[in-house]
């Protein structure tokens, strides 16, 4: 009995070994990289991705040896500062614009972002995007790297979920820093990840099974965090299809992006294969494309938009089963508004007699976000009125509330404000006037 129970617990040992040499096999050897680049952006204007006016770049070597460290002032071109109230700026907006050009001094940075760096950064998706759009302002390559997160390395090595601030990991490691100055940013976020991975890079994403991201022809790549269920490994996989598709394509007639929902919320490999056929690549970003698909008829409208509906309709792709509904625009109970029924309310022009008589009614952007979005549409069509994307086409304008009107981010309310030939109204009075009151 004795010799059977050591012969079961021999077998099970030797089992428990064959996997995990199994597993070892199946994992992909870990890439060694020439440098490790720390580099942080921050903006003029947080509208606009490309409005780069400060950056911080720290490089060490593969065991954080300090190499160089420096930061570049460029010309973030817009005027508009919006960045938040609590961030300061150690310079004017007069001095700022005396620099040259992200264009122009973007080598100094690029030199060292190729397939031989390992970038580093806090959030880095974000600043990813901000390199991506500036590049293709400038008409400059976008470099080609490869990437990870503080936030991947901190969640990896306590099992957790989620993100934290770089001043709150900073503080878990006793680590100063001032904080938005993008080269103490980019000091900061690699003593973070030298304590988290206690100076090992390498052993530590080997032994968490942690794929960096890329960045490759300005599209993203982001891995599946280990140990994911199901469900994010399939959404993962559709996001990805993006960049698996696009990567590669050289010189593509036209950029296409879509907009995220599109994306994770359903398979669309055959959209993307029609597309690539027609010589179309893709973008990581609204602002480096040249043809915008979305389900979201309310964007201003101009050349870039396009319809996903009319997109697999152009494609002869109509019977995928694709969901065409809006996902923003929600109505009763905060469901979303059937798809017929949102464009038949959005496009048709109805001849029918009401007190609208035949107005055009138009509407800032902030109040398509509101959950009564559908009631307004509604209250114009069996009123007899005329839904305008076009602002001055309009003789009502509708907003959320009269302070809005001091909003100078919203097109709608910019174009408004060119004319002001419209009348003003909020939405609760559009609709306790013209349909059902808002609670």
Known sequence: MCRKKHLIRNLSFIIHLLFIIYQKRRLPPIKTYKKIVSLDFELYNSMYYWSICWTGVVVVSDTFEPITAFDI?????TRHRFVGKELKFPFTGEEIRREKLFGEVAHKLIRYLDND?????????????MLIDACSRYRIPCPEFDYVDTNTLYNALFSESGERSLTKLAE???IEFIAHDPLEDARATLEVAKKITEGGMYGFLEKHGIEPSRLQNGLIYKPCPPGADAPTRERYRRTNLIFKKGAHLTAPEELCYFDPAIVSGQDIEAVLDALA???CGFASTAYSCDIHITNNLMLEADSKTALFRNVVKELSLAGGG???TPKKIRGIDNKPIPADEYYRLSYEHMCREGVLGGKGVSFSKAVECTCEFDDLLTAIVQNGGVICFNVPDSEIFVVTHMGELKNHFDGRLRAYRRTRRQQVMTLEEFLNYYGKSVD
């Open 73 to 77: 002032r460029s010309n973030p071109v």
């Open 117 to 129: 760096t390992l970038v580093v950064g806090h959030a880095f998706d974000n600043d990813a995007k």
């Open 172 to 174: 878990k490691y006793g």
């Open 277 to 279: 056929g027609r010589n």
């Open 322 to 324: 694709y969901d065409f």
